[in-house]
C-alpha cells in the first residue's frame, strides 16, 4: 500500500513563500504521477499541480500559475510543492496524491493514493 505522508505548511504572510513536502513510501518515485490539491470549507477540491515523471511534464492551475513550483527527488522519494508570492487565497488545506493520468489541460486525473492534509494559512 502507497503511504503519502506530508509535511509543511502553517502560518505564512502574504507575499511569502513556504514549501510543502511529500514523502512517498514507494519503491520507485519515477513510476507515480503525482499532484497536490488544495480544498477550502464549503469549497471542492481543487488541483494545484501536477507532474508526470515522463518528461518531467507539469501543470499548474490558472491561480498558482507562475507562483508555484513543483518538483521531486527520486532519492529522497519525495515531491515539494514551492509556494512564492503567497495571497490570502491560497488558504487552504493541501494534499498530495499519486494520479494513473496526467492531463496537460487538467492535471492530475484518476486520482489513488493521498496524503493527509496540512493546513496552509496565509495571513498577517
Known amino acids: 500500500q502507497v503511504q503519502l505522508v506530508v509535511s509543511g505548511g502553517g502560518l505564512v504572510q502574504p507575499g511569502g513563500s513556504t514549501t510543502l513536502s511529500c514523502a512517498a513510501s514507494?519503491?520507485?518515485?519515477?513510476?507515480?504521477?503525482l499532484g497536490w490539491f488544495r480544498q477550502t470549507p464549503g469549497k471542492e477540491r481543487e488541483g494545484v499541480s501536477c507532474?508526470?515523471?515522463?518528461?518531467?511534464?507539469?501543470w499548474f492551475a490558472d491561480s498558482v500559475k507562475g507562483r508555484f513550483t513543483i518538483s521531486k527527488d527520486n532519492a529522497k522519494k519525495t515531491v515539494y510543492l514551492r509556494m512564492n508570492s503567497l495571497k490570502p487565497e491560497d488558504t487552504a488545506v493541501y494534499y498530495c496524491?499519486?494520479?494513473?493520468?496526467?492531463?496537460?489541460?487538467?492535471?492530475?486525473?484518476?486520482?489513488?493514493?493521498w496524503g493527509q492534509g496540512t493546513q496552509v494559512t496565509v495571513s498577517s
Open positions: 514507494v519503491s520507485t518515485l519515477d513510476a507515480y504521477i
Open positions: 507532474i508526470n515523471p515522463i518528461g518531467g511534464r507539469t
Open positions: 496524491a499519486t494520479s494513473d493520468y496526467f492531463s496537460p489541460s487538467g492535471g492530475c486525473r484518476m486520482t489513488r493514493h
